[in-house]
């Protein structure tokens, strides 16, 4: 784990911020740490599964990063994006990076679902309260276990708390 006062941190980044948690183990949400991003479960569980990687070090654009750390994290992204799919079975996978609230390079992985009305559209057509669903602890760490899995599965370098 990274210590809170790694080079890369900027302060006032609530994604800098989540990513000192991590590393003090405080963060609730974390699933994994790779070689380029930190995986967390997202908030909007009406998409069951969802996940951000957050980039390692505070970098506000993808082409500020190194094109090779760039090619990483995009693997990154299609590996857990796989993973989420073997446990889920979407009809659609969603990918995102925006930045818009939290300039920090961050990637959206949003599981679609067949019995998702608004499924055409982007995610957040559908209001926050639908969308932001908190599960209930047991099922959160059963969930978050079971990412980890398959996560583990198709990334050897990946760690996990406690391993
Ligand atoms: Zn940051």
């Given at each position: 784990?990274?210590?809170?006062?790694?080079?890369?941190?900027?302060?006032g980044?609530?994604?800098?911020?989540m990513?000192?948690?991590?590393?003090?183990?405080?963060?609730?949400?974390?699933?994994?740490?790779?070689?380029?991003?930190?995986?967390?479960?997202?908030?909007?569980?009406?998409y069951?599964?969802?996940?951000?990687?957050?980039?390692?070090?505070?970098?506000?654009?993808?082409?500020l990063?190194?094109?090779?750390?760039?090619?990483?994290?995009?693997?990154?992204?299609?590996?857990?994006?796989?993973?989420?799919?073997?446990?889920?079975?979407?009809w659609?996978?969603?990918?995102?990076?925006?930045?818009?609230?939290?300039?920090?390079?961050h990637?959206?992985?949003?599981?679609?679902?067949?019995?998702?009305?608004?499924?055409h559209?982007?995610?957040?057509?559908?209001?926050?309260?639908?969308?932001?669903?908190?599960?209930?602890?047991d099922?959160?760490?059963?969930?978050?276990?079971?990412?980890?899995?398959?996560?583990a599965?198709?990334?050897?370098?990946?760690?996990?708390?406690g391993?």
């Amino acid at each position: 784990m990274r210590s809170a006062e790694h080079a890369g941190s900027q302060s006032g980044c609530l994604i800098c911020t989540m990513i000192e948690r991590i590393g003090a183990g405080t963060f609730p949400d974390f699933i994994a740490e790779l070689p380029q991003s930190y995986v967390i479960l997202g908030n909007e569980q009406y998409y069951r599964g969802y996940c951000v990687l957050l980039a390692r070090e505070h970098v506000t654009e993808l082409y500020l990063m190194p094109a090779s750390e760039v090619r990483a994290m995009i693997d990154e992204v299609r590996l857990v994006a796989e993973a989420i799919a073997d446990l889920t079975h979407p009809w659609k996978m969603n990918y995102s990076c925006l930045g818009n609230q939290e300039p920090h390079v961050h990637w959206h992985l949003h599981p679609r679902y067949e019995s998702d009305n608004l499924r055409h559209g982007p995610v957040w057509v559908r209001p926050d309260p639908e969308r932001k669903i908190i599960l209930a602890e047991d099922d959160q760490r059963q969930l978050i276990e079971a990412l980890r899995a398959k996560i583990a599965a198709r990334i050897p370098d990946a760690r996990f708390p406690g391993r």
